[in-house]
């Protein structure tokens, strides 16, 4: 049968877990990761959204011949890519119990 108590409460807790996720989102969008390759000749810097904020290269990089400078740029921000995936979806589910179950969420 339908009991309006608990659709109540369930409306509630979805709303609540809607704010969470906001705040969340919010707090991806202030979320600053780090990566480097070479050694630290290659420094970037991207937010929770994956947007590039800090491209950093050492002077001593830039003798290098132009496909190594590429390589380790697109290593670096690969790397910071995956670390910012990463910390999006455990924040993610931290904030929706599991209920995500392992979901991998787009942009997330």
Known sequence: MFNKGNMSKMLKQAQQMQKDIENVQNELDELQINSES???LVQ???N????LLDLNLQDE???EEKEIIEDLIISAVNNAISKAQDESQNRMNSVAGGMLGGLKVPGM
Do not use: Q
């Open 61 to 63: 990089i830039l003798t």
């Open 44 to 46: 970037v810097t991207i």
């Open 38 to 40: 070479g050694g630290g």
């Open 48 to 51: 929770g959204k994956m947007e």
